[in-house]
Nanobody
């Protein structure tokens, strides 16, 4: 599975940005897709995932929204009300299957990773 991330860039605080992650494969609808980010000098952290449910980290809940278009094999991360603390390299990740009732939020649960895209939020 190949993942190609796009949509990063520079935005002012309070602004919005949408990231896209295009995946290869014939069974995209069965993938659990995740978004992670890594800020400068920090470890990579979970942002959100979409499988049988939507799951978000507390830091982004209410501001970020994940959606998917199975016809386009693409998952999106809509980021609103951005602040400088959201500055990071954002990664898309995938796992080929998911279990109903299980929430996926750990790096080790995802097998495939995109290249990352830098999001910079200026104050």
């Amino acid at each position: 599975v190949q993942l190609v991330v796009s949509g990063g860039g520079l935005v002012q605080a309070g602004g919005s940005l949408r990231l896209s992650c295009a995946a290869s494969g014939r069974t995209f609808s069965s993938y659990c897709m995740g978004w992670f980010r890594q800020a400068p000098g920090k470890e990579r952290e979970f942002v959100g995932s979409i499988g049988w449910n939507l799951y978000y980290a507390d830091a982004v809940k209410g501001r970020f929204t994940i959606s998917r278009d199975n016809a386009k094999n693409t998952v999106y991360l809509q980021m609103n009300s951005l602040n400088p603390e959201d500055t990071a390299v954002y990664y898309c990740a995938a796992r080929l299957t998911y279990l109903y009732g299980h929430t996926y939020g750990s790096e080790h649960e995802f097998n495939y990773w995109g290249q990352g895209t830098l999001v910079t939020v200026s104050s």
